[in-house]
Nanobody, 135 residues
Framework: QVQLMESGGGSVQAGGSLRLTCEAS????????FAWFRQAPGAEPEGVAS?????????????KGRFTISQDNGKNTGNGKNTVYLEMSSLGPEDTAMYYC???????????????????????RGQGTQVTVSS
């Protein structure tokens, strides 16, 4: 069973930055849509960013201009593994949540639809990495 593993979370002050990393456990793992979604305690999952196999990126309004999703197919990671990043800047307390990486084969429309991405990409997802932003 392929696993996705997130890392890079932590505690930062408001205005700070973090880079989250999502790495697949299998060298040959690839899907045509990777996404990051987050879930705060007591809240529904919120899709924040996604990237298609063709490199198109999509962002929720709440993170647009502050977060950047990118993908490395293994050529530059040094370990040959498909890796997806989420660069987060200008963080605020409202960004505090558990952040999850997910992936699957879906249509481009579904990859772009961040409102449902957390349920659409249900077959492959990681255990999450906690991001805490203090004011």
């Amino acid at each position: 069973q392929v696993q996705l593993m997130e890392s890079g979370g932590g505690s930062v002050q408001a205005g700070g930055s973090l880079r989250l990393t999502c790495e697949a456990s299998l060298y040959t793992f690839s899907r045509n849509c990777f996404a990051w979604f987050r879930q705060a305690p007591g809240a529904e999952p919120e899709g924040v960013a996604s990237i298609s196999g063709g490199g198109s990126t999509y962002y929720s309004d709440s993170v647009k201009g502050r977060f950047t999703i990118s993908q490395d197919n293994g050529k530059n990671t040094g370990n040959g593994k498909n890796t997806v990043y989420l660069e987060m800047s200008s963080l605020g307390p409202e960004d505090t949540a558990m952040y999850y990486c997910a992936a699957d084969y879906v249509t481009l429309q579904d990859c772009a639809r961040l409102s449902t991405i957390a349920t659409t990409l249900r077959n492959y997802r990681g255990q999450g990495t906690q991001v805490t932003v203090s004011s």
